[in-house]
């Protein structure tokens, strides 16, 4: 819980800094608008580290193969990285850019599962045969 007051007090804060810095400065308000957003994403990463534990000790502890779990971990960190950068571009007025980095994080986590999918239909199709 912690995290999510430092994350909200970071992020509010930078907002009503870069309000009132745009007004004189518009070039050091976006400035301010990267450098927390820098922050925050270091700041989530360590917390996304501590959930890709908890979710390797829960594969762990069912015996399921770890390349489910790596499957899920990456696609995880695709799912948040793709946000992340889509939010930038947005805020950048670059929709289309922010259009393009959506699909690459959709087809990355396609490429992904690819295998987990093979396996699913290798079960399936013994199940039926």
Same mark, same amino acid.
């Given at each position: 819980m912690n995290a999510l007051?430092?994350?909200?007090?970071?992020?509010?804060? +930078?907002a009503v800094a870069g309000l009132f810095v745009k007004q004189y400065r518009p070039e050091l308000a976006l400035v301010? +608008?990267?450098?927390?957003?820098?922050?925050?994403l270091?700041?989530?990463?360590v917390f996304i580290g501590k959930i890709g534990n908890e979710l390797k000790e829960i594969f762990e502890n069912i015996g399921a193969d770890s390349t489910i779990f790596t499957?899920?971990?990456k696609s995880m960190g695709i799912c948040y990285l793709a946000k992340f950068a889509t939010d930038v571009c947005k805020d950048f007025g670059q929709n289309s850019l922010a259009g393009k980095i959506e699909l690459a994080g959709k087809i990355s986590?396609?490429?992904?599962?690819?295998?987990l999918v093979k396996?699913?239909?290798?079960?399936?199709?013994e199940l039926i045969g």
């Open positions: 007051y430092m994350v909200i007090g970071i992020a509010l804060f +930078s301010i +608008s990267l450098a927390a957003g820098a922050v925050l270091v700041i989530l990463v499957a899920v971990f986590i396609a490429i992904i599962t690819l295998p396996e699913i239909l290798k079960v399936a199709l």
